[in-house]
């Protein structure tokens, strides 16, 4: 490992005049004293450290370390990853053919298509092994790997050699395309004539798309609009003010951020004529809904435009900003925290008082302030945004969440499509009992085990009687139950058959109709759309939720308690 001694001599250098510099202020004094600790301990370990080091994997690491302490929002981005940052958090845009990956048994397998680009034009489907890219053999390989394999400039050529079922390799020739994911990955109509917007994310152009989107679905004369934020994460907060202002009108103020460094304050108000100001509006939300997503559904909670239904957000109100470094990375810092028109905050973790453990505290009911919205309704900050209508979100049971996460589901939608040229219209698409009876007999030598929250239970009970030497007294009761748990877990497939059948059939339609079959076969067991479609139907009933009336208003303060208390339990028992 070369040594650049005349290098760390200037960085000393440096660091030692910027303290002469800044001695006459004790804060700078103290920052300029600590950076020349940390430079000295870097150079010091690279200049004599035993064995040769990776000086800037030794960096990250400690900048990583640095900056742990404080938000996971707050992070340092290196210029090998910078291209992955931009994808993931700014632009939706890259030169690719148009398909998602997946590694298993050291083999890659093809998981999604998307219409429309190079993969599905060429008859790619999800299940089909990828053994070459360009003669490069992927055995082995990472899903990383594989994937800057994949990517490339538009309009280059790239070979693949596919192979389905037990058929020979085939080789495909691709031209790569610009691939665009969109914020919007669905809309139309549903039942009830109602409008649907399924909203994915708020990178760029989003707000574009949900105004074409918009705009489409008022040509056929709605009876209402559904915004879905559901397990959206968030993005760029200037979108989601655009996005607020197509159903409220010109010059209204939507959220406001506030830090310690109050040139960097902002507050932003809607700019335009709104698109659609009177049509009734429900958002959608739930548990991984946050920031941009939080900024929409609460805003238009305060200004009584639009009901909530789901479960309560994620309760993300802080803001970033990157900052470019040296050598093309940059770090992005939290600045702000946001503030929506009743004037909360609904940022749920205190990440500035941390337990002596270093656990995040969430803040206590007993802290929590009490707002108003535009006419009046009581809403509450740190804790996300409750919904006006909470709707029970329901758990997969465990026999269809290990049929999931052993890809016996994926296996088997790949088996369907391979077998069968077509399926009918994807909202009408179901499967019949027979199509269930197959699909039992298809798992019969497939190993699916899982285990039960009555079977940790039982055997948490075993393990607790032979600590206390008690166990042989009970070991025929023990005996008995699990004989007869045995007996239940044999019909889970039978029980459950309703939620199988229901993930089953939205991997099926996706096979034929992609994303959007996804989409249009689950709406028919969606309850939160459901109760959408239902309240948007009686006008009344729009009326007395956005005016707090009878039954329908904004969970108070007690309600909120007792949520809480119920989520946190469930947490916990789901941890352990």
Request: proline share 3%; charged share 25%; net charge neutral.
């Amino acid at each position: 490992m070369k040594r650049n001694y005349k290098k760390w001599g200037f960085i000393t250098g440096l660091i030692v005049l910027a303290i002469g510099i800044w001695s006459f202020d004790d804060d700078l004094f103290q920052i300029a004293k600590n950076l020349d600790v940390f430079a000295s301990v870097y150079k010091e370990v690279n200049i004599n450290y035993v064995d040769d080091i990776n000086s800037s994997k030794m960096l990250k690491t400690g900048v990583d370390a640095m900056l742990e302490g404080l938000d996971p929002y707050t992070e340092f981005v290196p210029e090998s990853e910078i291209e992955d940052y931009r994808l993931h958090y700014v632009s939706t845009q890259y030169g690719g053919i148009g398909a998602g990956i997946f590694a298993r048994n050291n083999k890659v397998f093809i998981s999604d298509v998307f219409e429309g680009f190079p993969a599905q034009k060429a008859d790619i489907r999800p299940g089909d092994q990828l053994l070459k890219i360009n003669n490069v053999d992927l055995n082995g390989k990472n899903n990383d790997q594989v994937s800057l394999l994949l990517k490339g400039s538009k309009g280059a050529s790239i070979k693949l050699l596919i192979k389905r079922d037990a058929a020979e390799p085939v080789e495909k020739n691709l031209i790569r395309d610009e691939i665009k994911q969109p914020n919007v990955t669905y809309s139309g109509m549903v039942d009830g004539n109602m409008g649907y917007i399924k909203l994915d994310k708020f990178l760029e152009n989003s707000a574009d798309e949900v105004t074409t989107a918009l705009n489409n679905i008022k040509k056929n004369n709605p009876n209402g609009i559904i915004l879905d934020l559901r397990s959206n994460g968030g993005g760029i907060l200037q979108e989601a003010v655009k996005i607020v202002n197509l159903f409220v009108p010109k010059n209204v103020e939507i959220v406001s951020q506030k830090g310690k460094i109050r040139e960097r304050n902002s507050t932003y108000f809607t700019q335009n004529i709104p698109a659609e100001p009177n049509l009734p509006l429900v958002v959608l939300v739930n548990g991984r809904s946050a920031s941009a997503s939080e900024i929409v559904a609460g805003s238009l909670q305060d200004l009584d435009r639009a009901i909530i239904i789901g479960q309560r957000s994620y309760g993300k109100g802080l803001v970033q900003q990157t900052f470019n470094l040296p050598y093309n990375s940059l770090v992005k810092i939290t600045i702000a925290k946001y503030y929506i028109p009743s004037g909360r905050c609904v940022q749920a973790l205190d990440y500035t008082h941390r337990k002596d453990d270093g656990s995040v505290v969430k803040v206590a009911d007993s802290l929590m302030h009490e707002f108003k919205t535009k006419d009046g309704r009581s809403v509450y900050d740190g804790g996300g945004v409750y919904p006006d209508i909470f709707v029970k979100q329901d758990r997969f049971a465990n026999v269809t969440q290990a049929l999931v996460s052993k890809l016996l589901i994926f296996d088997y939608a790949t088996l369907y499509r391979n077998t069968h040229d077509k399926i009918g219209d994807s909202h009408t698409f179901h499967l019949t009992d027979a199509d269930y009876d197959t699909f039992v007999k298809y798992l019969g030598d497939k190993n699916y085990t899982y285990t039960t929250a009555t079977e940790k239970l039982v055997n948490n009970l075993k393990t607790e009687a032979t600590k206390e030497k008690q166990f042989v007294n009970i070991q025929a009761e023990y005996d008995a139950l699990k004989a007869k748990m045995i007996t239940s877990k044999k019909n889970d497939l039978q029980q459950n058959r309703d939620e199988i059948k229901q993930v089953l059939e939205n991997e099926i339609a996706s096979r034929y109709y992609y994303e959007k079959g996804r989409y249009e076969t689950n709406f028919k067991y969606d309850k939160e759309l459901a109760q959408s479609v239902k309240i948007m139907q009686d006008k009344s009933q729009v009326a007395a939720v956005l005016k707090g009336d009878g039954n329908y208003k904004v969970i108070g303060k007690p309600q909120l308690a007792m949520i809480s208390k119920k989520v946190e339990e469930k947490e916990n028992s789901e941890e352990q």
